[in-house]
């Protein structure tokens, strides 16, 4: 298939910061695309540039063969982009939200009030159709936000970290929605800073930092990048840890992966068989172990490892 975006050296500068330093991207027509990122690697000013929001200062997008720039309005027909946080009105109800947008896209009173019907039905909102939004909870609201996204159908659409402060229970539901939105044919470009999220959705991921795609590919990628195993141990006290890091890099050389947590080590091993030789150092120089496994490495050791800080912590829940 062809390809839904496209872009090439994209450089978008504000003041003293460089946004973005060189962005190339390539995301198939069809696939859900997840872009990940610290805070301020510049994730947001991609999406904002591909949605005609910014013209960068160099380089070239394309979306659906249409250039950014040169023809803004052709994009913005064929795109929706749902932000960071609701947007919708909050003294309407849901159903009046609905309709609204729906009017403003042109369609007939008849037409927009048919499909408000249509989704709130399909995401769980029909009961609640007739409330105040300000009434609804974190979840809810995120729905309602993605279904005005979709009164006009796009052919494309930005999520700009959907999730951002959901409760689990909203997550998957957010989660379901967009399976189902990229099953239905309609290209998903969704930046997050939950690891969990992107490797449940997307196909392809790549991951931006301070303005340059560092890495990119499927899941399985760039897990591979950093290993094919990865050796997993928790101590029994963060005390032995500089003790424990000798040792493993006794054994294994260069491997340590970075990690937040003070209890806790992770390793690349070239083979799975180095695992035994690391746990004998450990136990023969009485370095206490509470857990000790060895598996693929996670997301989140990827990340860390590509950009040398974890992801962001996962925003408080939102409370009905």
Do not use: C
């Not at 099953?183 to 340059?212: C, F, M, S």
């Not at 990119?216 to 897990?223: F, P, Q």
């Not at 206490?288 to 950009?307: H, Y």
């Amino acid at each position: 298939m062809s390809d839904a975006i496209e872009t090439s050296g994209l450089v978008k500068s504000f003041r003293d910061t460089r946004a973005l330093d060189g962005v190339d991207l390539r995301i198939r027509q069809g696939s859900v695309f997840g872009l990940l990122g610290p805070n301020g690697a510049g994730k947001t000013t991609t999406i904002r540039i591909l949605a005609t929001l910014l013209q960068p200062d160099a380089g070239t997008a394309t979306v659906l063969g249409h250039d950014v720039m040169r023809e803004a309005r052709v994009v913005r027909q064929k795109v929706s982009l749902t932000g960071q946080y609701a947007s919708v009105d909050e003294d309407l109800t849901g159903h009046e939200n609905l309709i609204l947008m729906g009017r403003l896209l042109g369609l007939s009173w008849r037409a927009a009030r048919q499909r408000s019907s249509e989704l709130l039905e399909a995401f769980g909102l029909a009961e609640a159709a007739g409330r105040q939004v300000q009434t609804f909870s974190g979840g809810m609201r995120r729905r309602i936000d993605i279904a005005a996204s979709l009164v006009a159908i796009p052919e494309i659409l930005f999520l700009d970290e959907p999730t951002t402060g959901l409760d689990p229970r909203s997550r998957n539901q957010v989660w379901e929605l967009v399976r189902r939105i990229a099953a239905e044919g309609t290209t998903v470009l969704l930046t997050t800073q939950n690891l969990d999220e992107a490797d449940r959705l997307a196909e392809r991921l790549a991951v931006i930092d301070h303005g340059r795609v560092i890495a990119e590919g499927t899941s399985r990628d760039l897990k591979a990048s950093v290993g094919s195993s990865a050796l997993h141990v928790r101590l029994a006290s963060a005390d032995q840890r500089a003790r424990a890091e000798e040792l493993v890099a006794r054994v294994l050389g260069d491997g340590l992966l970075p990690a937040t947590d003070p209890t806790s080590l992770t390793a690349r091993l070239a083979n799975p068989a180095q695992a035994a030789a690391v746990l004998t150092a450990l136990t023969s120089d009485s370095v206490d172990v509470a857990e000790f496994s060895v598996g693929n490495p996670s997301l989140d050791e990827v990340f860390f490892a590509l950009t040398g800080r974890p992801a962001e912590p996962a925003s408080a829940e939102v409370k009905p």
